[in-house]
T-cell receptor, first 114, second 114 residues
Framework: EAQVTQNPRYLITVTGKKLTVTCSQNMNHEYMSWYRQDPGLGLRQIYYSMNVEVTDKGDVPEGYKVSRKEKRNFPLILESPSPNQTSLYFC?????????????FGPGTRLLVL | AQKITQTQPGMFVQEKEAVTLDCTYDTSDPSYGLFWYKQPSSGEMIFLIYQGSYDQQNATEGRYSLNFQKARKSANLVISASQLGDSAMYFCAMREGWNNDMRFGAGTRLTVKP
């Protein structure tokens, strides 16, 4: 089954404790992206990757890191989480070059930073 | 500047009636794509419908149709014969040119009344 998986689905942590949210897709998509969703703001892009070893900042990259060492994986790293990073996070992937292709979303990760 | 605007934070509709969710967008790129997603209370993002800027006809997918008015830069989602299961958040999104970034509106929460 074609899918994007994220782990963990739910996470409660404390300020300053490094964490990683994993994202994996099995569709051989070149493009992968991370979003955060906050009430009244819709989804905002954090980082994206056009292909292996190619990453770039989105609209709200502060406090986050990513890496793309393999095509299928795109982990999101919070080196020192803060309460303002409490949010719902989505990973998404798509084929790179076709405008009409939608992005496929993972199930989301709900993060609470105390 | 806001690229996607959804002016209705919340909408109510009676079961079996039609409802229109508004979306306006801003772009100077002649090539773009418009998407609608549904997010039920469980949190996942479900792709509903796509409209390309060069498409001659309005997109339709089952009970969903997109009222695309290019000159007005609007891409309203029409849901016909509303069902209780249509109660959810709905997001309008846009991709421009060959840019893989997807910009989202703030969303509209639709409630279908029995």
């Amino acid at each position: 089954e074609a899918q994007v998986t994220q782990n963990p689905r739910y996470l409660i942590t404390v300020t300053g404790k490094k964490l990683t949210v994993t994202c994996s897709q099995n569709m051989n998509h070149e493009y992968m992206s991370w979003y955060r969703q906050d009430p009244g703001l819709g989804l905002r892009q954090i980082y994206y990757s056009m292909n292996v070893e190619v990453t770039d900042k989105g609209d709200v990259p502060e406090g986050y890191k990513v890496s793309r060492k393999e095509k299928r994986n795109f982990p999101l790293i919070l080196e020192s989480p803060s309460p303002n990073q409490t949010s719902l996070y989505f990973c998404a992937s798509s084929q790179s070059s076709l405008l009409g292709k939608t992005q496929y979303f993972g199930p989301g990760t709900r993060l609470l930073v105390l | 500047a806001q690229k996607i605007t959804q002016t209705q934070p919340g909408m109510f509709v009676q079961e079996k009636e039609a409802v229109t969710l508004d979306c306006t967008y801003d772009t100077s790129d002649p090539s773009y794509g418009l998407f609608w997603y549904k997010q039920p209370s469980s949190g996942e993002m479900i792709f509903l419908i796509y409209q390309g800027s060069y498409d001659q006809q309005n997109a339709t997918e089952g009970r969903y149709s997109l009222n695309f008015q290019k000159a007005r830069k609007s891409a309203n989602l029409v849901i016909s014969a509303s069902q209780l299961g249509d109660s959810a958040m709905y997001f309008c999104a846009m991709r421009e040119g060959w840019n893989n970034d997807m910009r989202f509106g703030a969303g509209t929460r639709l409630t279908v009344k029995p």
